[in-house]
């Protein structure tokens, strides 16, 4: 069974950091690119970042670029985000994902339950 | 704003058809970029059910089926059931943006 569970949300001071992980089970890890997708409370769902199978290549949104970094384990089956400099509007449910490619572009089939982020002094 | 416009709510009875629109530009779904749907109840995890437009995942009932039509796409609904009610995300790709991904705002379904 194919499982993704995120940890490492807390409250955190308006500039701070934290950072999230997510523990998969049930896949390889390895073979697979991996997202992190976020919801604020009351919005839809925004993509934040994503990392292909091995780190090679990654991607951030724009309004987490230079602030949030994604990495990956891949023999300890783990994916990270790093955050920093946080702001009221990075307050979000942030969910672990798994990508799948389609004929143009990507798509998950696989979704963490997520880990809230609340950005408050 | 989310660049896939989504009407907020949509209702429907049960064993009704509804359908939910996921409106986008020339720019994503217009250029020919897939869509994907996700349901989601809060408190769980999204879960996909409908991927490269028209294609239903092992598991996810027949009543699902996902169209696409110029710069629009749709997900469908049939027989209406309780377990139905969630909101319902579109996902695709921009060809203007940097994002991998990106999201309509979400409809609310509700079962009534």
């Known amino acids: 069974e194919v499982q993704l569970v995120e940890s490492g949300g807390s409250v955190v001071r308006p500039g701070g950091s934290l950072r999230l992980s997510c523990a998969v089970s049930?896949?390889?890890?390895?073979?697979?690119?991996m997202s992190w997708v976020r919801q604020a409370p009351g919005k839809g769902l925004e993509w934040v970042s994503g990392?292909?199978?091995?780190?090679?290549?990654?991607g951030y949104g724009d309004s987490v670029k230079g602030r949030f970094t994604i990495s990956r384990d891949n023999a300890k089956n783990s994916l990270s985000l790093e955050m920093n400099s946080l702001t009221a509007e990075d307050t979000a449910l942030y969910y672990c994902?798994?990508?799948?490619?389609?004929?143009?572009?990507?798509?998950?089939?696989?979704w963490g339950q997520g880990t809230l982020v609340t950005v408050s002094s | 704003q989310s660049v896939l416009t989504q009407p907020p709510s949509v209702s429907g009875a049960p064993g009704q058809r509804v359908t939910i629109s996921c409106t986008g530009s020339?720019?994503?779904?217009?250029?020919?970029?897939?869509v994907h749907w996700y349901q989601h109840v809060p408190g769980t995890a999204p879960k996909l059910v409908i991927f490269?437009?028209?294609n239903r995942p092992s598991g996810v009932p027949d009543r699902f089926s996902g169209s696409a039509s110029g710069t629009s796409a749709s997900l469908a609904i049939t027989g209406l059931q309780s377990e139905d009610e969630a909101e319902y995300f579109c996902?695709?790709?921009?060809?203007?943006?940097?994002?991998?991904?990106?999201f309509g705002g979400g409809t609310k379904l509700t079962v009534l």
């Open positions: 990392i292909n199978w091995n780190g090679a290549a990654t």
């Open positions: 049930g896949f390889t890890l390895g073979d697979y690119g």
């Open positions: 490269d437009t028209i």
């Open positions: 996902q695709s790709f921009d060809s203007s943006l940097s994002a991998w991904m990106i």
């Open positions: 994902a798994r990508e799948r490619g389609s004929s143009s572009g990507y798509y998950i089939d696989y």
């Open positions: 020339g720019s994503n779904i217009g250029a020919g970029y897939d």
